[in-house]
């Protein structure tokens, strides 16, 4: 009895101890990282700036692989299967907070996701399409209480920080308009810049370029303070709405029981490739601001914010169209 109970005690130990030996060894492959949205998004933009200079850090490549679908949930469950040995990542946003809240029946728990680091914010826009007849947030307003329902206004996918802001703002106003959910902003942009919908609440990362263009128009920015690389932007908390403020954000996940010295070793090389000058200028491009908050921080960061958005969820009444 006491020689098994030894062997378990020796065994729990020498699996402990090895830990850190593989995690030496790590990574001596390629490490696939899952974004659950669509190529040239703001999540994807700033996935594919950080992780060539992370993948030096670390000695491997690190491939992209976008797998959209049901507001990020495809791509969750693609990691929430995956060995927890590091090669398998998620880089997800706002929708891993507010998914749980709205959906029901998921096949795998986003609570028991490894959290890594909360890595950018990107500033959010309303904007509209070039011949949308209201030049001002007030006129945007005045315009879908006069004609409700009819205003076509996308955002990058349910449950995402767009979504949720969108219907923040139109409980605010008083107004009601149709949601057009898409697997991320680039779509809903083009969408927008065809004229096949009103207006979009999606980042500056996916609005700037039709915006730059002339094939829409910004009538407000969703945060807080401007946007530096937009100032003539109004804010909506200026625009008659104070305090008004929702951004999206892009992180990194492990899977369920990543063991602690390659969480550290992922966020470690995550730092040193957000200190580097040119990763910063590229991040700056796509307006994403860097923040590479530590791994503990990060995950009382999800702790709270997905308590946060399970209140608001529940006292809005927010349901998935």
Partial sequence: MHATRRGLLWGAAASLLALPARAEDWPNRPIRLVVPFAAGGAADSAARAITPAMGQRLGQSIVVENRTGASGSVGGAAVAQAAPDGYTLLWDASSHLVNPALMKGLPFDYARFTSVSLVVTFPGVLAVKQDFPARSVAEFVALAKAKPGTISVGTQGNATAGHIGLLQFCRRAGIEVIHAPY???????????????????????????????????????????????????????????????????????????????????????????????????????????????????????????????????????????
């Fill in 183 to 321: 697997r991320g902003g680039a779509e809903a942009a083009r969408d927008l810049a065809a004229g096949s919908i009103d207006a979009v609440f999606i980042t500056t990362v996916s609005a700037g370029p039709i915006v730059d263009s002339g094939r829409a128009r910004f009538l407000a920015a969703t945060t807080l303070a401007r946007i530096p690389s937009r100032p003539d932007v109004p804010t909506l908390a200026e625009s008659g709405y104070p305090g008004f403020d929702s951004n999206e954000w892009a992180a990194l996940f492990g899977p369920y029981d990543l063991p602690p010295p390659i969480t550290a070793r992922l966020h470690q090389a995550l730092a040193a490739a957000l200190a580097e000058e040119g990763v910063k200028q590229r991040l700056a491009q796509i307006g994403a601001v860097p923040v590479g908050s530590a791994p503990a921080e990060f995950a009382r960061f999800v702790r709270e914010g997905r308590e946060q958005m399970a209140t608001l969820v529940r006292e809005a009444g927010i349901r998935l169209d």
